[in-house]
T-cell receptor, first 115, second 114 residues
Framework: GDSVTQTEGQVALSEEDFLTIHCNYS??????LFWYVQYPGEGPQFLFR?????EKGSSRGFEATYNKEATSFHLQKASVQESDSAVYYC??????????????FGHGTILRVHP | EAAVTQSPRSKVAVTGGKVTLSCHQT?????MYWYRQDTGHGLRLIHY???????EKGDIPDGYKASRPSQENFSLILELASLSQTAVYFC?????????????FGHGTKLSVL
Protein backbone atom coordinates (compact mmCIF):
# COMPACT_ATOMS: atom_id res chain seq x y z
CA GLY A 1 0.00 0.00 0.00
CA ASP A 2 0.85 3.67 -0.03
CA SER A 3 3.34 4.96 2.52
CA VAL A 4 5.08 8.13 3.64
CA THR A 5 8.55 8.22 5.19
CA GLN A 6 9.86 11.13 7.21
CA THR A 7 13.57 10.73 7.72
CA GLU A 8 13.96 12.82 10.85
CA GLY A 9 12.18 11.86 14.03
CA GLN A 10 13.36 14.99 15.81
CA VAL A 11 15.06 18.20 14.74
CA ALA A 12 16.61 20.76 17.09
CA LEU A 13 17.47 24.21 15.76
CA SER A 14 18.20 27.70 16.96
CA GLU A 15 16.10 30.70 15.94
CA GLU A 16 16.86 31.97 12.41
CA ASP A 17 18.29 28.60 11.34
CA PHE A 18 17.29 27.03 8.03
CA LEU A 19 14.90 24.10 8.30
CA THR A 20 14.59 21.02 6.12
CA ILE A 21 12.41 18.05 7.00
CA HIS A 22 12.67 15.24 4.49
CA CYS A 23 9.58 13.45 3.19
CA ASN A 24 9.51 10.64 0.66
CA TYR A 25 6.50 8.71 -0.49
CA SER A 26 5.59 5.45 -2.14
CA UNK A 27 2.34 5.27 -4.07
CA UNK A 28 1.01 3.35 -7.03
CA UNK A 29 -0.77 6.31 -8.57
CA UNK A 30 -0.21 10.07 -8.70
CA UNK A 31 -0.98 11.22 -5.16
CA UNK A 32 -1.65 14.63 -3.75
CA LEU A 33 0.89 15.58 -1.06
CA PHE A 34 0.35 17.54 2.14
CA TRP A 35 2.03 19.02 5.17
CA TYR A 36 0.17 19.29 8.46
CA VAL A 37 1.44 20.89 11.68
CA GLN A 38 0.45 19.98 15.24
CA TYR A 39 1.09 22.40 18.09
CA PRO A 40 1.19 21.14 21.69
CA GLY A 41 -2.23 20.22 23.04
CA GLU A 42 -3.96 20.69 19.69
CA GLY A 43 -4.99 18.60 16.72
CA PRO A 44 -3.06 18.70 13.45
CA GLN A 45 -3.70 21.67 11.16
CA PHE A 46 -3.49 21.78 7.37
CA LEU A 47 -0.41 23.71 6.23
CA PHE A 48 -0.51 23.31 2.44
CA ARG A 49 -0.77 20.82 -0.41
CA UNK A 50 0.54 20.13 -3.92
CA UNK A 51 -1.03 17.83 -6.45
CA UNK A 52 1.21 17.77 -9.53
CA UNK A 53 4.89 17.45 -10.37
CA UNK A 54 7.00 20.60 -9.72
CA GLU A 55 4.11 22.37 -7.98
CA LYS A 56 5.18 24.35 -4.91
CA GLY A 57 2.98 24.55 -1.88
CA SER A 58 3.57 27.23 0.73
CA SER A 59 2.13 28.81 3.86
CA ARG A 60 3.42 30.84 6.84
CA GLY A 61 6.96 30.89 5.39
CA PHE A 62 7.10 27.11 4.91
CA GLU A 63 7.32 25.61 1.45
CA ALA A 64 7.73 22.29 -0.33
CA THR A 65 7.98 21.27 -3.99
CA TYR A 66 6.40 18.13 -5.43
CA ASN A 67 9.16 16.06 -7.02
CA LYS A 68 7.67 13.07 -8.81
CA GLU A 69 10.97 11.69 -10.04
CA ALA A 70 12.49 11.66 -6.56
CA THR A 71 9.11 10.86 -4.93
CA SER A 72 9.77 13.63 -2.43
CA PHE A 73 8.04 16.61 -0.81
CA HIS A 74 10.61 18.11 1.57
CA LEU A 75 9.51 20.87 3.94
CA GLN A 76 11.73 23.96 4.18
CA LYS A 77 11.75 27.28 5.95
CA ALA A 78 14.48 29.87 5.62
CA SER A 79 14.44 31.21 9.18
CA VAL A 80 12.65 29.38 11.97
CA GLN A 81 11.21 30.96 15.09
CA GLU A 82 10.61 29.52 18.52
CA SER A 83 6.88 29.58 17.76
CA ASP A 84 7.48 27.05 14.96
CA SER A 85 8.17 24.36 17.55
CA ALA A 86 5.63 21.65 16.77
CA VAL A 87 5.20 18.22 15.18
CA TYR A 88 5.14 18.24 11.38
CA TYR A 89 3.40 15.53 9.37
CA CYS A 90 3.81 14.75 5.72
CA UNK A 91 0.81 13.00 4.16
CA UNK A 92 -0.54 11.77 0.86
CA UNK A 93 -3.93 11.19 -0.69
CA UNK A 94 -4.44 8.61 -3.37
CA UNK A 95 -6.04 11.22 -5.67
CA UNK A 96 -7.99 8.58 -7.52
CA UNK A 97 -10.82 10.95 -8.31
CA UNK A 98 -13.03 9.26 -5.76
CA UNK A 99 -12.18 12.09 -3.37
CA UNK A 100 -12.60 10.10 -0.20
CA UNK A 101 -10.31 12.41 1.74
CA UNK A 102 -8.43 9.45 3.21
CA UNK A 103 -4.89 10.49 4.03
CA UNK A 104 -1.82 8.37 4.74
CA PHE A 105 0.43 10.16 7.23
CA GLY A 106 4.11 9.84 7.97
CA HIS A 107 5.30 9.24 11.51
CA GLY A 108 5.83 12.92 12.20
CA THR A 109 8.91 15.05 12.93
CA ILE A 110 9.26 16.90 16.22
CA LEU A 111 10.78 20.34 15.68
CA ARG A 112 12.26 22.17 18.65
CA VAL A 113 13.52 25.69 18.12
CA HIS A 114 15.65 27.22 20.85
CA PRO A 115 15.78 31.00 21.40
CA GLU B 1 -13.37 28.96 11.55
CA ALA B 2 -14.23 25.30 11.21
CA ALA B 3 -15.00 23.62 14.51
CA VAL B 4 -14.66 20.00 15.57
CA THR B 5 -15.33 19.23 19.21
CA GLN B 6 -14.37 15.97 20.90
CA SER B 7 -15.51 14.62 24.24
CA PRO B 8 -14.17 13.65 26.64
CA ARG B 9 -10.71 15.29 26.44
CA SER B 10 -9.27 12.41 28.42
CA LYS B 11 -10.52 9.12 29.77
CA VAL B 12 -9.25 6.24 31.85
CA ALA B 13 -10.90 2.91 31.10
CA VAL B 14 -10.53 -0.61 32.44
CA THR B 15 -9.56 -3.54 30.26
CA GLY B 16 -12.67 -5.23 28.89
CA GLY B 17 -14.88 -2.22 29.46
CA LYS B 18 -16.85 -0.30 26.86
CA VAL B 19 -15.64 3.12 25.76
CA THR B 20 -17.42 5.65 23.58
CA LEU B 21 -15.64 8.68 22.16
CA SER B 22 -17.81 11.43 20.73
CA CYS B 23 -17.23 14.01 18.03
CA HIS B 24 -19.38 16.95 16.94
CA GLN B 25 -18.70 19.26 14.00
CA THR B 26 -20.34 22.54 13.04
CA UNK B 27 -18.65 22.81 9.63
CA UNK B 28 -21.53 21.38 7.62
CA UNK B 29 -19.03 18.84 6.29
CA UNK B 30 -20.08 15.54 4.80
CA UNK B 31 -16.90 13.61 5.64
CA MET B 32 -15.82 12.65 9.14
CA TYR B 33 -12.88 10.53 10.30
CA TRP B 34 -11.38 8.88 13.35
CA TYR B 35 -7.59 8.72 13.52
CA ARG B 36 -5.38 7.19 16.15
CA GLN B 37 -2.04 8.75 17.14
CA ASP B 38 0.77 6.72 18.63
CA THR B 39 4.37 7.66 19.16
CA GLY B 40 6.38 6.22 16.31
CA HIS B 41 3.32 5.54 14.16
CA GLY B 42 1.98 8.95 13.38
CA LEU B 43 -1.73 9.12 12.54
CA ARG B 44 -3.61 6.07 11.33
CA LEU B 45 -7.17 5.98 10.02
CA ILE B 46 -9.62 3.80 11.96
CA HIS B 47 -13.04 4.55 10.45
CA TYR B 48 -14.57 7.24 8.31
CA UNK B 49 -17.96 8.28 7.02
CA UNK B 50 -19.17 10.32 4.07
CA UNK B 51 -22.87 10.37 4.90
CA UNK B 52 -25.10 9.96 7.93
CA UNK B 53 -26.05 6.38 8.88
CA UNK B 54 -23.09 4.94 6.98
CA UNK B 55 -19.51 4.20 8.04
CA GLU B 56 -16.48 2.75 6.29
CA LYS B 57 -13.44 0.87 7.56
CA GLY B 58 -10.13 2.61 7.48
CA ASP B 59 -6.67 1.08 7.74
CA ILE B 60 -6.87 -0.22 11.34
CA PRO B 61 -10.55 -0.94 12.13
CA ASP B 62 -10.12 -4.08 14.25
CA GLY B 63 -11.45 -3.65 17.77
CA TYR B 64 -13.36 -0.47 16.89
CA LYS B 65 -16.86 0.36 15.74
CA ALA B 66 -18.14 3.68 14.48
CA SER B 67 -21.55 5.34 14.39
CA ARG B 68 -22.72 8.36 12.37
CA PRO B 69 -26.29 9.13 13.52
CA SER B 70 -26.33 12.58 11.90
CA GLN B 71 -24.16 14.78 9.70
CA GLU B 72 -22.80 16.56 12.78
CA ASN B 73 -22.01 13.61 15.02
CA PHE B 74 -19.57 10.71 14.71
CA SER B 75 -18.74 8.30 17.53
CA LEU B 76 -15.98 5.74 18.02
CA ILE B 77 -16.87 2.72 20.12
CA LEU B 78 -14.52 0.28 21.81
CA GLU B 79 -16.74 -2.62 22.90
CA LEU B 80 -13.97 -4.42 24.81
CA ALA B 81 -11.16 -2.00 25.54
CA SER B 82 -7.65 -3.44 25.57
CA LEU B 83 -4.28 -2.16 26.76
CA SER B 84 -3.13 -1.82 23.15
CA GLN B 85 -5.84 0.76 22.52
CA THR B 86 -4.17 3.29 24.81
CA ALA B 87 -3.53 6.24 22.47
CA VAL B 88 -4.68 9.71 21.51
CA TYR B 89 -7.71 9.70 19.23
CA PHE B 90 -8.49 12.49 16.80
CA CYS B 91 -11.72 13.18 15.02
CA UNK B 92 -11.66 15.22 11.82
CA UNK B 93 -14.08 16.52 9.21
CA UNK B 94 -13.73 17.67 5.61
CA UNK B 95 -15.85 19.07 2.82
CA UNK B 96 -16.62 18.00 -0.75
CA UNK B 97 -14.34 17.62 -3.75
CA UNK B 98 -10.77 18.87 -3.50
CA UNK B 99 -11.57 20.42 -0.13
CA UNK B 100 -12.24 17.03 1.39
CA UNK B 101 -8.49 16.46 1.55
CA UNK B 102 -8.15 19.43 3.89
CA UNK B 103 -8.99 17.88 7.24
CA UNK B 104 -10.12 19.91 10.26
CA PHE B 105 -9.14 18.10 13.44
CA GLY B 106 -10.47 18.25 16.96
CA HIS B 107 -8.17 18.65 19.98
CA GLY B 108 -8.03 14.92 20.57
CA THR B 109 -9.06 12.47 23.31
CA LYS B 110 -6.33 10.88 25.38
CA LEU B 111 -7.44 7.35 26.26
CA SER B 112 -5.63 5.26 28.85
CA VAL B 113 -6.70 1.64 29.23
CA LEU B 114 -5.55 0.05 32.48
Amino acid sequence: GDSVTQTEGQVALSEEDFLTIHCNYSASGYPALFWYVQYPGEGPQFLFRASRDKEKGSSRGFEATYNKEATSFHLQKASVQESDSAVYYCALSENTGANTGKLTFGHGTILRVHP
Amino acid sequence: EAAVTQSPRSKVAVTGGKVTLSCHQTNNHDYMYWYRQDTGHGLRLIHYSYVADSTEKGDIPDGYKASRPSQENFSLILELASLSQTAVYFCASSGQGRENERLFFGHGTKLSVL
